[in-house]
């Protein structure tokens, strides 16, 4: 088992996490538990045995320690990261849901707008919208997160 | 206001209303507030004060009754089919984001379901798409302007729409 250290990457560092690492790894890990929508390079991880963990911890305070093993890692590629996509999708699809509709709100009071018997109606009005969508908040990213905590045993430290 | 009665066209009737004209326009208003599931061209229109009309009522064959002026002919003509165009396509929407929304869910539930470590929860328990949209309140939206529409057009239906 390794523990690793999340830190902030630091703007012009021309430091990343190569792709399909265990650092990479332990940086999503760290998005997910914060459930910040954060750029792919936002966090840079290293193992605690790695000395550049020693000297960023004096550089820089650690933003989380993540625990990675050869099984959890496992857990995390097969199950834990395709209900992350698909959670995801849940939200991107509400967003979609909600400009289009939005849209085709606005196209509709014009429409009534533009009448001469029926300007009113007010659509945008009449339609709640915002009552809609509140009622749509979905919670798996939530519970994820919560479990992903756990599996790791992520400390945040600030 | 001229009063109208509307009928169903008979299949044999190679009679059809003139491109424009009042009757065609009274059987598009009939096609929409009666529901009728079939093109405006399935319907005729009789002014009823006509005795076609007095024989179609005795036989029970008028579907509805309508009035019309020029205003509420340039009304429909102008306002409502945009109107109408307007609000399907706001119901499509809805309709679209919906199964959207719908499959998405799904596919979440599915994953979950299939995970060994989180297949205690659903995750559309939480979430009623189909309720939640309901709160657009849309379909009041609908019923209103279609009863602004009965009024102006004095509708009065008369005999159950054929499907």
Known sequence: ?158 | MSKYLVITRSTKSQAIHTAGSVEETVCEIAKNLLHFRGPADGLMAIPADTKIATFAALKDEALCSIEVNDKTLATWRNDVTAIEDAINSFQSTRDHAENLLDRALADLDEAYESSSGFNDYTPSNDISVYGALDQLGANDLEYNFQQALREMYKFNPLKVVPM
């Open chain 1, 1 to 158: 088992m390794t523990k690793y250290l999340v830190f902030k990457n630091q703007p012009n560092s021309g430091q990343v996490n190569a792709p399909g690492s265990r650092g990479e790894m332990a940086c999503t890990i760290a998005k997910v538990v914060s459930q910040d929508a954060l750029p792919k390079d936002f966090y840079i991880a290293f193992p605690l045995e790695n000395p550049h963990s020693t000297w960023e911890s004096l550089k820089d305070t650690a933003k989380f320690s993540v625990e990675i093993d050869d099984e959890r890692a496992e857990l995390w590629e097969k199950e834990i990261l395709p209900l992350t996509d698909l959670s995801e999708a849940v939200d991107d699809a509400i967003g979609e849901a909600y400009s289009s509709i939005v849209e085709a709100a606005m196209t509709l009071d014009k429409a009534f707008e533009n009448s001469k018997n029926f300007k009113d109606i007010k659509v945008l009005e009449n339609i709640g919208m915002d009552r809609a969508f509140d009622n749509l908040e979905h919670y798996s990213f939530g519970e994820i997160s919560e479990k992903v905590e756990e599996i790791f045993e992520v400390i945040t430290f600030n």
